[in-house]
Each structure stands twice: as structure tokens, then as C-alpha cells.
């Protein structure tokens, strides 16, 4: 599979909803009930976390 380019990141990550810590995008999946088939990450483009299935 080929790596995404720097492009493609960029407008994947403005693609996701951000949220300012871990905890706050756990408790959004928590809300939305996807809890189990979510993990949470810290972009390193934009530096806040973002939701992504496991």
C-alpha cells in the first residue's frame, strides 16, 4: 500500500473532528456509543487527538 502523501494527510486530518485531549475524544465515543471500535490518537500534524477504529 502506498504512503499517503503530505497533501493527503493534511486533508485527512481536516477531514476528522479534533478534540483538545485523549479523554475528551474517548468520552465523545463513549456518547456516541462506538466506545469499543474506537481508539484515539494524537495527530502529528495537528497536534490534538483524533478518533480511528481499532
Known amino acids: 500500500m502506498k504512503k499517503p ?3 493527503e494527510r493534511k486533508r485527512m486530518c481536516i477531514g476528522k473532528r479534533r478534540y483538545r485531549t485523549q479523554g475528551d ?8 456509543g462506538v466506545e469499543r471500535q474506537r481508539s484515539a490518537y494524537r495527530c502529528q500534524l495537528c497536534g490534538l487527538w483524533h478518533l480511528t477504529s481499532r
Open 5 to 7: 502523501t503530505s497533501d
Open 25 to 32: 475524544a474517548l468520552d465523545a465515543a463513549a456518547v456516541a
